[in-house]
């Protein structure tokens, strides 16, 4: 489902098919449409896609997110491929007191397997950096997520150990690896 060109605020332009933009109220039918298409697939590591039943669910949650980055809590942007809703890329638990926050993020099953997320991961983690003073971020995933593992290796977060039972998704419990990538690794290997 294509979304009109002015609802897409861009935030930064990843080149001349994908960009992140602002999760504007605005595009929560356009969140639907994927979140309904893809449900079951995006259960197996994304707890909230159970949340979100209705439309009226989505536009609450698009409205959640657009605060919270208004107020500085969260930082979300919206994957766009093609002037298509494909997924989210967001900084969550900021602790400004520490300069940390952890990274999170999804992609609809019609754009995975293009390596989307490692095309925006660092042009996203460079706007963060630039933008906010944020000197550790953190990319906590459950040891069976082969996928996001591998995004991990190649943005260049490194592997700091093991969390035992630190999810429990669907009543399972998962262990996590924690990786983490710190402002000055950033930048001796992308300035």
């Known amino acids: 489902m294509k979304i009109p060109k002015a609802l897409i605020k861009k935030i930064v332009s990843i080149d001349e098919n994908y960009s992140l933009c602002q999760p504007l109220p605005e595009l929560s039918l356009y969140f639907f449409d ?3 298409r893809h449900r079951s697939k995006m259960l197996k ?3 909230f896609a159970s949340t979100i039943k209705t439309t009226k669910d989505a536009d609450r949650w698009i409205k959640e997110i657009y605060f919270f980055n208004q107020g500085g809590q969260k930082f979300n942007a919206i994957i766009i491929s093609e002037d ?3 997924g989210m890329i967001a900084l969550h638990r900021i602790d400004k007191m520490n300069k940390r926050a952890e990274i999170g993020y999804w992609i609809s099953h019609d754009h995975q397997r293009k390596k989307l997320i490692s095309k925006v991961i660092n042009p996203f983690l460079s706007y963060v950096f630039s933008n906010y003073p944020i000197n550790r971020i953190d990319l906590i995933v ?5 996928k996001s593992i591998s995004v991990a290796e190649r943005a260049g977060f490194i592997k ?3 969390l035992k039972e630190y999810f429990i ?3 399972i ?3 996590a690896l924690i990786f983490r990538m710190l402002r000055s690794d950033f ?3 992308y300035k």
């Open 34 to 36: 994927i979140l309904s």
């Open 45 to 47: 590591w994304s707890a």
């Open 84 to 86: 298509q809703f494909a």
């Open 142 to 146: 459950a040891v069976e997520n082969i």
């Open 160 to 162: 700091e150990g093991m």
């Open 169 to 171: 998704i669907n009543e």
């Open 173 to 175: 419990c998962y262990d």
């Open 187 to 189: 930048n001796l290997m």
